[in-house]
């Protein structure tokens, strides 16, 4: 990277970081206040809607950060563009590719930095923020830790010792009592499909009886259970589509179609996160007529203004494409794709318009 380009992208660094802190607080007090709403349900306090918001603070900046991006270009090229460096910039002979360019490294820095942080620190970190609002709003007697469940009822205590792919229960072991609160038996399964009527699939089943002193021994390679577990308990069983990591995200769509069951909602959310490149590509790239050509003229504000409407404008539609290819059943690869190209292809008309 040169000199030039440094310039360029330091200057795009600091209007982004200064963007994607401002919005992502702005968004968070928004979250608190809701969260206030739930405060003296259950065991559910201030300070727990205060970690909650905490907690899901980094996913908040993973889904604003394409209008971060939008803002931060709207902001350093109009600056530039303002105190005339960018006609400098041309009348030296640096074409207008060269100075987008240098946006798109710092764009390709930014995605990468992204990419570390939805799949090590947003999911563990949304994970413990739904389970423990959950269980403080409902007062289960159910717990998800970090990779791991337990719930008891109906004289019977559920331990799953670890997940696959996030929401895959793997490595189960039921524990079954009599009244007087006496073992009577342990079913341990290798893994378990959850059906929609609320029934588990064991496999590869181990069913041990106790009857006295003696120990009666079942080998199966399927039974059916029919679940204690209440909706709202099911709930912290499964987590949300945008707490998992995109790779255990992947892995478990594809379980989903292998099993043929739905998983419309979690191949949307996938192809959400694919979209993110394209959708920062877009947002570079419609930024980039308010610096060149007759758009520079423009004030600070009017600029905002209008990057304000695209951004909104662009985060409806993709929202409602989305949910109507939930609806439509529609391919979700094209539901999350399409606006963005869409922009894309606008941006482009627009810039060679500018330049």
Known sequence: MTRLERYIAIATLKALL???????????????????????????????????????????????????????????????????????????GISPTLIVGAVFKLALATLVALFVLAQF??????????????????????????????????????????????????????????????????????????????????ESVSRKRFSGTRIDTEQLATLVWHSFLRPAQVSLLTLPADSMRPLDLYRYVRDLERRHQPAARYAQELWDKMDLPLTMAAMILIAVPFAFGSLRTRGMGQRMMIGTMIGIIFTLVQQITSYLGLLLNVSPALTATIPSIVLVALAVYLYRRAV
């Open 18 to 92: 200064l963007v994607s802190a401002g919005l992502t607080i702005l968004f968070s007090l928004l979250e608190f206040v809701n969260q206030l709403h739930d405060v003296g349900k259950g065991n559910y306090r201030l300070i727990d809607a205060c970690v909650y918001v905490l907690l899901t603070a980094p996913a908040r900046l993973l889904q604003l950060m394409p209008a971060a991006m939008l803002f931060a270009c709207l902001f350093a090229l109009g600056a530039l563009a303002t105190r005339s460096e960018l006609t400098v910039m041309r009348a030296s």
């Open 121 to 202: 620190v947003i999911p563990p970190a949304q994970q413990l923020a739904q389970t423990e609002r959950d269980s403080r709003l409902a007062s289960l007697d159910a717990v998800r830790g970090s990779n791991s469940f337990w719930a008891a009822g109906d004289h019977q205590f559920l331990n799953v010792r670890r997940f696959a792919d996030a929401n895959i229960p793997v490595d189960i072991y039921l524990y079954e009592f009599s009244a007087g609160g006496e073992v009577q038996g342990v079913i341990q399964a290798a893994r378990a499909e959850v059906r929609p009527d609320g029934t588990w699939l064991l």
